[in-house]
């Protein structure tokens, strides 16, 4: 099978997180059967990797890092880092079920979409292809066909029970007026619940999936949507300095007062990096007045007194001098979050995107290492064989071990001085960070060729 080249020209994290997440999903829903801990683990084991550590989960650097690891042992009897954060990253972020977008009138949400999406790439002598999702008062729950019951049926009413009537009011509304949301594949109809998580979708997907689903567009740009919504709140807790572990799940501060709190500490951070302040609470005090101006409150306070007494203040100031990161990326603006739909725009003139995004793997893998076989060493040759024309991971996932676990792939990275010395995260970054400059040097010889 081909598979498209992933994880180079990515605009954003979120994009790569995408990229990387359909990975997960193709290696789980194209088995048999669904295996949720084999699932959880893949993804445990892809954010404990050290591009997302560094620049997308959390890190408090009051904590010793390596105290932040733990040793998580696999099905195969092996083990793998994984990361604290990534687990809190899994709890709070992808199991989270958001609540229905007040914008939205009878339409489904993102979540309800992706589960169309993905059940469309099921089975087609059994009707998966034209299935409809959709609000309707008159419908009711028919047809026993056991593919229809097994799983989706049955696990869409296990987690309706689950939910009970613990949504909200937006989609209660909804419901009302409109009807509940149904998923119809010909005379078979399933109940969807109001709100789901990505591993509720996941979980209720008829598998065996087609072997090309991972390919399509739609499908792409749906998982980048919902990785965005899932991660706003996170992402902006994480901009303010605030630990998501404990602040994720609570109501305030709202999105709106959180993207107050990040103007506030960027400008603070600035004044002090300038020494135009030297004393953190001085350097709030007079971000506050800039950042709030005329208006009457920023973040929800009145004034710098009442935000610096408050507990979400405290435990920004507290901290303060302790830079946590680079504020996450955003647009020109600097006031809304980029919408990172870049991973499947069929529109894409660009060179590098086009080859990244639309030439199979196999395919661009034998164009580089004919054309430039000086290029690689025996371990990037082995690397671009197994990982980028064959689809393989690097870390065990299920039904491979990696290819770091291939015996004579691990007799060239000992004949490697700077290979031979690191661990295998650190080693994998390294693979990724060497890959990622062949392509754009073939990329640059392409584009230069081309013109």
Request: charged share 30%; proline share 4%.
């Amino acid at each position: 099978m081909s598979k498209p080249i992933r994880g180079f020209k990515i605009n954003t994290i979120l994009d790569r997180l995408a990229v990387d997440m359909l990975h997960v999903l193709e290696q789980s829903l194209r088995a048999e059967s669904f295996e949720r801990d084999r699932f959880h683990l893949a993804t445990l084991l892809t954010l404990s990797r050290r591009l997302y550590v560094n620049n997308l989960l959390y890190r408090d650097f009051r904590v010793d890092q390596h105290s932040q690891w733990y040793r998580w042992t696999l099905p195969n009897g092996g083990s793998a880092k994984v990361h604290e954060q990534s687990i809190v990253y899994l709890h709070r972020v992808l199991s989270r079920r958001p609540r229905l977008a007040k914008r939205l009138r009878h339409e489904p949400g993102n979540m309800h979409l992706l589960l169309a999406v993905l059940c469309r790439h099921g089975e087609p002598a059994k009707g998966w292809p034209a299935i409809e999702i959709r609000r309707d008062l008159k419908l009711e729950a028919t047809g026993e066909d056991e593919s229809f019951l097994r799983p989706l049926a049955m696990e869409l009413a296990a987690q309706r029970a689950r939910l009970a009537d613990d949504y909200g009011d937006e989609s209660r509304r909804r419901r009302g007026e409109y009807g509940p949301i149904w998923l119809i594949r010909g005379h078979c109809t399933a109940e969807v619940p109001e709100e789901m998580s990505l591993f509720d979708v996941v979980e209720a997907v008829p598998v065996p999936l087609d072997e090309q689903f991972a390919e399509d567009t739609e499908l792409q740009l749906m998982l980048v949507r919902v990785l965005d919504a899932l991660n706003e709140r996170y992402m902006l807790l994480r901009a303010c300095g605030l630990d998501p572990e404990y602040w994720h799940d609570r109501d305030e501060p709202s999105i709106s007062r959180l993207r107050d709190l990040k103007r506030l500490r960027t400008v603070a951070e600035e004044l002090l990096r300038l020494s135009i302040e030297s004393d953190n609470v001085d350097a709030y005090r007079r971000a506050f007045a800039e950042v709030r101006g005329s208006e009457k409150q920023l973040g929800g306070f009145a004034d710098f007194d009442d935000f610096a007494t408050s507990e979400v203040g405290m435990a920004i100031l507290r901290y303060a001098a302790l830079s946590l990161d680079d504020i996450m990326s955003t647009d020109e603006g600097g006031e809304e979050w980029a919408r990172h739909e870049s991973i499947a725009d069929p529109a894409a003139a660009d060179v590098e995107e086009t080859v990244t995004r639309r030439q199979h793997a196999s395919e661009w893998v034998e164009m580089l290492l004919d054309d430039a076989p000086e290029w690689f060493d025996p371990v990037m040759k082995h690397f671009f064989v197994e990982v980028l024309g064959e689809g393989r991971p690097i870390h065990s996932m299920a039904g491979d071990p990696g290819v770091l676990q291939d015996r004579a792939f691990r007799k060239l990275l000992q004949a490697d001085p700077e290979l031979a010395r690191v661990d295998e995260d650190e080693l994998a970054e390294l693979l990724y960070q060497r890959a990622n400059a062949l392509i754009k040097r073939g990329l640059r010889r392409r584009s230069v060729a081309n013109t």
